[in-house]
């Protein structure tokens, strides 16, 4: 049962008589402020895929528009045509694509499913749908053909049967290729499944049918039987012919190829196995993998090419797949990175039975896409223009920044094309077919992504497209273990150490903060001159955690630790800053103390133009403890300053002066008085847990570390004690069960939310086992620059617990740190920042003039004030920065979001910075830019008795708006309460600012400012991988991503006028093509019937000469695409005017012929009848003999 507290009821009460009045005050200020947001300006809509497609299955292309399609495992379709041209497409049902065939220059596709399913797809329109599909319910579909420019459609089944479809009305022909008449009668087993179909080049009457068993047949579709069959004792796996008919290649399971004469059934003219060893004694060679498939293209003027797949020696364990291409007597092997799922070769013409003319093989890798040149020396690949290498290293976090400074794009591109690799083909990218849409959407977009190997992108996001701009090497800044043995015993996590955890990114300024899963922050400037840099500037920073003392002041008699200032006077002790960092100690019992989770590179860096280390900021292990990872992160440039934060508390790091400024724990934070102070402890009473449990607090350190730095070596009392902390943790044991349901509940809320680790919350008895009580003691650190440093340090004993670092994920898994878990009571007992921001406030209520400070939001829902004290002029590199803490702003339910501040007028005020400068120009530039002003973010105000701004706050369960200076709360909004939220942004929209926010209930809900009035609320998509909620952002103008599979971006946007305009900006596939001109079949080939022959198809397939198809096979399900389709793809106003205009020229024209031809059958018909009339005078009075 919960117990009753009088005290909570009565502070209740207190705060909402003293917030009633001071609501109705404020809330008349709101209501001044002019909203122009309404619902009508949001809709919720997909917008683009970027990427490379998830588990890639098959892969087709039209040779004459240029397009290539790539199918996947879950029904995803990706069109691809020129750079910028990209479509996505997905099949409802979800099943794996096994085939995809083009209707060459048609403006259609066919795919064929693994559900026994076929599809019509109409490319002609903007956004592909489906015409017509086909399921079939008795036979599995394996293989289908489309011979070019047919509408009949051969599909090969399991059973051996081959049934025909017509593409244009997708029914059934009556006309079935049954197995048991395609082989001889006197074969007892059955074939298999089919495996191949394919037309003969030069006679459309004869279809080639290979069996899974090695049977090969050719059929005659006129006479209904075969003419030849072939026969092999190893299965195959794929049939190539030779342009001339009079040929064709199998490749088989046993790593050989076979070639077959047409007209000589009864054994192969030639059998070779292109990897194998050949014996000496003439015998056959040893087997080797399966070749997977083969292909057989000719060229006028040399050697035809034969390039095939698989087929390696089975020795050979370990190696990469390779692509093999045979060209005359050589044979090229070229190794691939990731596994080969499909290959094309490109050709100059459609038509199979003209030379063909390779030019280009497009390998599909489970991982990329490869186009080879087979035109140059060496084979070298094409560049390829598609974002496709997102997935290079997985991708742990990513930002998004719409309507960015228009200089950015170019200077981050001029910085990047250094980058990149040489080598390539020369020649433009072969698949070419599209054109780009016509949308208005014109402002800089840019996407960031941080990945698992510390790397980092920046990417061009305009228009719709998607394009590599620079990459950053966290990595370079640090030292490599060159093997497993080498790896140092200070990692917390067992692989990728340098992963980004989050990132801070000023556009304007350019400068960059990320944050690394091994507790490390590096800050970067962006500079377009190459520099070396002798020595990395690096910041050790001692971040303790207490559990063991209790969270009250010292008992010294100070009620309340306080912040220093520069001009304090509380006997500083002078002690020199460190110039090199901290060796780490080892206790007695042989933990790690003082050392960081990597070592900074100590050689030379040679630094790149683009962005360059400033400053690497590292946490350090304390008795033995790792460093909890970095939760939050912020930079301002305006002020000079780095803030970081976890679950032990927040840093504060001034980088010009490359000195710690704070170092501090959460719960010191709060002031004296503050009413949201968590547990505000006599310092002479026992610790008082949840449940009764106890512990006498021991505070016999007191002293000794009272003025101890950051950084200092000492060994933590912590250790002295090992028979205390064994005591504990049997207290907690024994006392564990008294916890209630609803306590355990509640933990098991927490443990769930997004912002802690995906692993199961382990049993709370289970979680108590672990808990660990340590003793540490928190220093607040001012540091100055110059010979000698003043330190001022206050001791305040602090109750945290460890906590877990916030892990990562590679595709659908976390990485496990090999710190102490973190169980659901510990989560629940500790506050981890959550979020910062910098801005120009009123950090209290008597403050009547605007001035730097710091919001600081926690897990717990605190949002607390920091002012800052920053000094003038050029004295900013020599005085400190003065920090002092102004309590608790207001408190949320559940962990803060985001925080962001409005002026009177309902304007968002970004946090001021300072513009871009090259800290490698030369010295007159240099002067020149010292002489700029730091630009603040609004001026400063004076006047009293009113309201000048409105702080805006959201957690992951409601959104509170607080009017400043008085600090009254103005409006509220519950978001949520079943769930919580994943994400949220403040935003603008429209010209006005609003809030998005991603629940992970799958919602998508945006909220009007300052009014907090619901304006969007749509079910979009559920949380059903971590992946999303740690990668979901929102951004400026509409505009939010996600990371929808581990190597694909899906853009969204929720503005109406966007989606409005959403066809436009698409860019189109299908573009008008002639086809090119059937080959010249020559005199002598013609005279003599060497050349092609042609077959009427619908004679032989159609209704009246094959009957009708039994209805129980196959049932026919009309798409979506038909006329409604063909309406929903209509591409703007523009284009439907100018359709009409067309369509009514065409009609007035057609009109105009029709009016002629009538009045020319007029002008004969009375022609005809005088004619006739004046026959019949003639002839009227005469007999007939006169006649």
């Not at 048991?180 to 006197?186: H, R």
């Not at 910098?838 to 400070?853: G, I, N, Q, V």
């Not at 803060?896 to 490698?920: C, H, K, Q, R, V």
């Not at 992946?1027 to 990371?1043: E, H, K, V």
Request: with cysteine; hydrophobic share 35%; proline share 6%.
């Amino acid at each position: 049962m919960k117990k009753f507290n009088i005290r909570k009821v009565l502070d209740g009460l207190t705060a909402s008589s003293s917030s009633a009045a001071s609501h109705s005050a404020g809330s008349r200020e709101s209501d001044a402020v002019q909203e122009a947001l309404q619902s009508e300006h949001f809709q919720l809509c997909k917008t683009v895929r970027h990427g490379f497609p998830y588990q890639p299955s098959s892969m087709a292309f039209d040779p004459v528009q240029k397009i290539l399609a790539v199918g996947t495992q879950n029904g995803a379709l990706r069109l691809f045509g020129r750079a910028g041209v990209e479509c996505y497409c997905q099949h409802e049902s979800g099943a794996a694509i096994i085939q995809l065939q083009f209707l060459i220059n048609e403006g259609a596709l066919v795919s064929a499913l693994a559900d026994d399913s076929i599809h019509l797809w109409n490319l002609r329109q903007k956004i592909p749908a489906i015409l017509h599909s086909l399921k079939f319910s008795r036979e599995r579909i394996t293989y289908v053909h489309l011979p070019f420019q047919s509408k009949w459609l051969y599909i090969g089944t399991e059973r051996g049967n081959i049934h025909i479809v017509n593409v244009e009305s997708f029914t059934l022909s009556g006309y079935v290729i049954m197995w048991n008449k395609a082989i001889e009668l006197s074969t007892k087993t059955h074939p298999g499944p089919v495996v191949h179909i394919s037309d003969h080049p030069m006679d459309e009457g004869k279809l080639l049918i290979g069996f899974e068993c090695g049977v090969v047949v050719l059929w005659d579709l006129k006479c209904k039987k075969a003419d030849y069959r072939y026969t092999y004792d190893e299965a195959i796996h794929s049939i190539a012919w030779h342009h001339e008919g009079k040929q064709f290649v199998c490749s088989h399971s046993d790593g050989s190829l076979t070639t077959w004469n047409v007209r000589a059934p009864a054994k192969a003219a030639q059998i070779i196995t292109p990897h194998g060893k050949q014996p000496k004694d003439g015998k056959k060679p040893e087997p080797c993998k399966p070749i997977l498939k083969v292909e057989y293209k000719t060229t006028r003027a040399g050697e035809p090419f034969m390039i095939l797949s698989g087929g390696l020696s089975y020795d050979t364990v370990g190696r990469r797949a390779c692509l093999t291409v045979m060209h005359g007597k050589s044979t090229t092997v070229l190794e691939m990175d990731y596994p080969i799922v499909d290959f094309l070769t490109l050709c100059e013409t459609p038509y199979p039975n003209d030379f063909q003319e390779p030019y280009a093989v497009v390998v599909l890798l489970e991982k990329d896409l490869v186009l080879i040149d087979l035109g140059q020396i060496g084979y070298p690949i094409f560049e390829n223009p598609y974002p496709l290498t997102i997935h290079e290293s997985p991708v742990t976090c990513c930002e998004y920044f719409a309507d960015c400074p228009s200089e950015l794009i170019p200077a981050l591109y001029s910085v990047g094309s250094r980058q990149k690799r040489q080598g390539y083909s020369k020649k433009e990218w072969p698949i070419s077919g599209g054109n780009w849409g016509q949308g208005t959407q014109s402002y800089p977009e840019i996407i960031i992504t941080g990945h698992a190997d510390g790397t980092i992108k920046f990417w061009d996001a305009s228009a719709l497209m998607l394009q590599v701009l620079y990459k950053l090497k966290t990595a370079k800044v640090f030292e490599r273990a060159r093997g497993k043995e080498e790896k140092p015993s200070t990692d917390i996590v067992d692989e990728d150490p340098f992963a980004i955890q989050t990132l801070s990114w000023c556009p304007e300024s350019r400068m960059l903060c990320v944050a690394g899963v091994s507790a490390h922050v590096i800050v970067y400037r962006f500079s377009k001159q190459e520099v070396t840099t002798e020595v990395v500037q690096l910041l050790e920073v001692r971040m303790q955690c207490d559990f063991s003392d209790v969270d009250s002041p010292d008992p010294g008699g100070e009620q309340t630790p306080t912040l220093p200032t520069p001009g304090s006077a509380s006997s500083p002790q002078e002690t020199e800053l460190p110039t090199q960092p901290s060796t780490g100690s080892n206790s007695l019992d042989g933990h790690r103390d003082n050392v960081p989770c990597l070592q900074v590179r100590s050689s030379p860096l040679k630094q790149s133009p683009g962005y360059q280390v400033e400053l690497v900021i590292q946490l350090v292990w304390v008795s033995g403890e790792p460093p909890q990872q970095i939760t939050s992160l912020a930079i301002n440039s305006s002020y000079g300053l780095v803030v970081f934060g976890n679950s032990n508390g927040l840093g504060v790091v001034d980088y010009l002066q490359k000195t710690l400024l704070l170092n501090m724990g959460t719960s010191e934070l709060y002031s004296p008085s503050d009413p949201y102070q968590r547990q505000p402890c006599s310092p002479r009473k026992a610790r008082q847990l949840s449940g009764g449990i106890s512990e006498s607090n021991e505070g016999s350190n007191a002293t000794e570390d009272r003025c101890k730095s950051p950084t200092s070596g000492s060994t933590s009392p912590c250790n002295s004690d090992d028979e205390r902390k064994q005591k504990f943790i049997e207290k907690v044991k024994l006392k564990s069960r008294r916890f209630s349901k609803t306590v355990a509940n509640d933990f098991a809320k927490m443990s769930r939310k997004i912002s802690q680790t995906s692993e199961q919350k382990p049993d709370h008895e289970e979680g108590f086992q672990r808990w660990r009580s340590l003793t540490c003691k928190k220093s607040i650190n001012c540091m100055t620059k110059g010979q000698a440093a003043s330190r001022m340090s206050q001791k305040a004993d602090v109750c945290r617990t460890k906590s877990a670092p916030d892990s990562y994920a590679k595709d659908n898994s976390f990485t496990r740190s090999r710190s102490s878990s973190v169980t659901s009571i510990e989560r629940e007992s500790r506050e981890v920042i959550s979020a910062f921001h910098f801005c120009e406030s009123f950090p209290r209520k008597t403050d009547s003039l605007l001035s730097p400070c710091l919001l600081v939001g926690t897990t717990q829902g605190s949002v607390m004030m920091v002012a800052l004290s920053l000094p003038g002029g050029d004295s900013r590199l020599q005085q400190p920065v003065g920090i002092s803490s102004c309590g608790t702003l207001v408190k949320l339910k559940g962990g803060i979001l985001t925080m962001a501040l409005l002026d009177s007028t309902g304007t968002l005020l970004p946090p001021s910075y300072e513009p871009w400068y090259d800290p490698n120009a030369s010295d007159e530039e240099k002067e020149k830019e010292k002489s700029r002003r730091r630009r603040p973010a609004s001026p400063p105000s004076s006047q009293e008795g009113q309201d000048h701004q409105f702080a805006v706050l959201c957690s992951e369960k409601q959104a509170k708006v607080v009017a400043l200076p008085s600090q009254t709360r103005i409006h509220k909004h519950s978001i949520t309460e079943s769930s919580f939220l994943l994400r949220a942004d403040v935003v603008l929209m429209a010209g006005e600012n609003c809030i998005a926010c991603f629940c992970a209930n799958g919602h998508i809900m945006t909220l009007s400012l300052p009014s907090l009035r619901p304006m969007l609320d749509v079910n979009y998509l559920p949380l059903t991988d971590m992946r999303i909620a740690r990668t979901f952002c929102f951004s400026n103008l509409g505009q939010a991503l996600y990371l929808t599979s581990p190597t694909e971006f899906q853009r969204i946007t929720y503005s109406q006028d966007t989606c409005n305009n959403l066809q436009e900006m698409l860019g189109e596939l299908f573009t008008p093509v002639e086809t090119p001109e059937a080959p010249n079949r020559g005199f002598f080939k013609g005279l003599f019937g060497g050349g092609t022959q042609s077959l009427d198809r619908e004679d032989l397939f159609g209704e009246t000469a094959s009957g009708k198809a039994s209805r129980s096979l196959a049932q026919h399900i009309p798409g979506p695409g038909g006329m409604e389709g063909m309406k929903g793809a209509a591409s703007g106003v523009v284009g439907d005017l100018a359709r009409a205009r067309i369509a009514l020229d065409e009609r007035g024209q057609k009109l105009g012929e029709l009016d002629e031809r009538t009045a020319a059958m007029l002008a004969s018909a009375d022609s005809f009848s005088k004619h006739a009339h004046d026959m019949m005078l003639k002839y009227k009075d005469k007999k007939w003999y006169q006649l």
